[in-house]
Every structure is written in structure tokens, then in C-alpha cells.
């Protein structure tokens, strides 16, 4: 025996829906009316059970239970598997996040098929509870009900997008320098908008084929009407995230652009100043070489005089035994030592570029 959460709908209006598929299924062939089932993660024995109670195709049935599709429809035969994927905005962690819903759509019946609490079906089923001429028109008239909460849920997710990329642009063109930091957030944001994408991307398609296959299916022309509207919501909310995710692209090249614009100034500046602190170099490098050609002129004109005043203060001692004190030629000799070594030195410099 399998528990399901269902309800039954005669002409629109409830009726007792047992809590067992097997009975809600033979219920479904007595009265004539039309069933919502809904089953909570269920196991592989419940889905054969439903396979086979209600004819669903068995590669539908192995799709609803692996999970993790992307939106889709499929026919088999008159029954129909339809994927969505609901979503909700995170604006703290600037996070959209996902769920997953598998509806099987047959001529009496919508078996809704969800893997965890979201998404809560809860809305979908009261907007259908308060039109009962609506609902009466079958399970398409269901289907376009999920279809419209389900769409109409991702107006607030792309409007929370936009609002965090209106942020973005702020920053982007705020005073001061672009901040690299900020690179993250838009390739953050736009992972976030181009998991989106894939989350609607196929619905206008979806919709335009149950539009397109209304004739052969005997779709009503309410039914059609509501459908339209879903196209429309669908084709607005695809265009606002397709611009979305054209925003962030840009943001990410403007911002690139911007950050390479301050590293090529702040690289100028480097260069500025390095060429000033070669400047400087190059000035002291200078001053110091003219320091050293005054150090060696002055060096070597203290070596041209110090050598007279050896040999002058050699002579000038007072010692009794001074041989060439006596000599003729002594006085002449230390005139002549003193003029050639002054002479010698400087022409020693001179040639060394001392002097």
C-alpha cells in the first residue's frame, strides 16, 4: 500500500481522494473525475506502483526517480512528463537556488513528483481550489496552473539579480579605483545568472509546443488563454535574465579594463619615480666622481709639495756629522733633488689625469 498526498476533483469541486494509489486509482475510473497526486521522494517501488496503476512510459518514470533533469516536456502516447525547476533568491549569499519538480500529466490525472520540500506546490493548488470552473476543464488546466506559480516565481529571482548587478555598476563606476576584489562577486553573480538560464531557457519552447499541439489534443480555449499568458510572463522573464547575464559580461570586461587602466598608472608611477630615484643617482654618482678628481688633484699636489719639504726638513736638522753639509755642490744638489722630484711627480700625474 502506497501513502500519497492527493486530492480528487469532481466537475472542479473536491472530493475524497483515498490515501492509497491503487484505490485513488480505481476511484479515478468510477467517478470520472480528474486527481492531483503528489509524491514526497518516493522509492522505486512507489513509481512502479503509479507506472503501472496509470500507464506512465517506463524511461519517464526512470527520469522522475534518478532526478537532476533539465525543464523539459515530453509526450508518451496521451500522457505527458514535464521537468521544472523552481527557484528562489538568496540576496545574503547572492545565491539562487534550485528545485526540482516531475509532473505527469495523462487524461485523468497530474502526479507531481518531488525530491525534497521545495518546491512547495501549495500556492498552485489553492489558485486552483478558488477557480473551480477552471479546474474543471482537466488535468491541462492543472499543468497551466503550475506552469504560471512556477514562472511567476522567477520574476522576484531575476529582480533580486538585477538589484545586486545595479550594486555592481555602482561600484564599477563609483570614485575612486576599480577594486579587483570586485571581479569575484560579477563572476559569482554570473554563474548565478547563467544557472538560471538553463533553468528557463527551454520553457518558452515548452509552452509554445502545448500551444501548438492544442488542436490535436483538444485543448481548451481557456486553457489555451492561460497558456499564452504563461508564454508571455516566460518570453519577459528569459529577455530580463538574457540582459542580466549581458550586464555582467560587460561589467567583467569594463572592470578588467579599469583595473588594467590603474595598474598601468600605478606602473607609470612606479617608472616616475624610478627614473627620479636614477635621477638622483645619477647626480650624487656624479657629485662623488667630482669629489674623487678633487680628492686626487689635491692628493697629488700634496705629494708634488710634501717631497721638497722631505728633503728641505732632512737638511734642516742640526746634526754635526751631516756629510754633504760640507760639499761644494750640496746646497745645488738638494735645490736640483727638490725642483726634479716636484717635476718628476707632476708629470707622473699629468700622465695619470690627476692633474
Not at 169 to 193: K, M, T
Not at 252 to 277: G, I, P, Y
Amino acid at each position: 500500500m502506497t501513502a500519497i498526498d492527493g486530492r480528487m476533483y469532481v466537475e472542479g469541486r473536491r472530493a475524497t481522494c483515498p490515501s492509497d494509489l491503487e484505490d485513488a486509482a480505481d476511484d479515478l475510473e468510477r467517478s470520472g473525475g480528474v486527481a492531483w497526486i503528489g509524491l514526497m521522494d518516493p522509492g522505486p517501488e512507489e513509481l512502479e506502483t503509479a507506472a503501472a496503476r496509470f500507464g506512465l512510459h517506463p524511461l519517464a518514470v526512470e527520469d522522475a526517480h534518478k532526478g537532476h533533469q533539465r525543464a523539459k516536456l515530453e509526450r508518451y502516447g496521451d500522457t505527458m512528463f514535464v521537468v521544472l525547476r523552481p527557484a528562489s533568491y538568496d540576496d545574503r549569499r547572492e545565491s539562487v537556488d534550485f528545485g526540482e519538480v516531475h509532473l505527469f500529466v495523462g487524461p485523468q490525472f497530474v502526479i507531481t513528483v518531488r525530491h525534497d520540500a521545495v518546491p512547495d506546490l501549495s500556492a498552485a493548488r489553492e489558485a486552483l481550489e478558488a477557480d473551480p470552473e477552471f479546474l474543471a476543464k482537466g488535468p491541462e488546466a492543472m499543468l497551466t496552473a503550475f506552469l504560471d506559480v512556477i514562472v511567476d516565481g522567477y520574476a522576484p529571482v531575476a529582480a533580486g539579480l538585477m538589484n545586486d548587478i545595479d550594486e555592481v555598476e555602482d561600484s564599477l563606476f563609483g570614485e575612486g579605483n576599480a577594486d579587483p576584489a570586485l571581479s569575484e562577486r560579477i563572476y559569482r553573480l554570473l554563474a548565478q545568472v547563467i544557472a538560471l538560464q538553463r533553468a528557463i531557457g527551454s520553457l518558452p519552447e515548452m509552452v509554445r509546443g502545448l500551444l501548438r499541439g492544442a488542436d490535436r489534443y483538444g485543448t481548451g480555449d481557456e486553457v489555451q488563454n492561460r497558456l499564452r499568458n504563461v508564454l508571455d510572463h516566460t518570453i519577459r522573464v528569459t529577455e530580463r535574465v538574457d540582459g542580466a547575464r549581458s550586464l555582467l559580461e560587460n561589467a567583467l570586461t569594463v572592470h578588467s579594463t579599469l583595473v588594467t587602466m590603474d595598474q598601468n598608472e600605478a606602473m607609470r608611477r612606479m617608472s616616475s619615480a624610478s627614473l627620479a630615484q636614477g635621477e638622483e643617482s645619477r647626480r650624487l654618482a656624479e657629485e662623488t666622481i667630482e669629489q674623487g678628481e678633487q680628492v686626487k688633484k689635491i692628493s697629488s699636489w700634496a705629494a708634488i709639495l710634501f717631497t721638497p719639504t722631505l728633503i728641505a726638513s732632512i737638511y734642516g736638522m742640526n746634526f754635526d756629522h751631516m756629510p754633504e753639509l760640507h760639499w761644494t755642490w750640496g746646497y745645488p744638489l738638494a735645490v736640483a733633488l727638490m725642483i726634479g722630484f716636484g717635476v718628476g711627480l707632476w708629470g707622473v700625474f699629468k700622465w695619470r689625469r690627476w692633474l
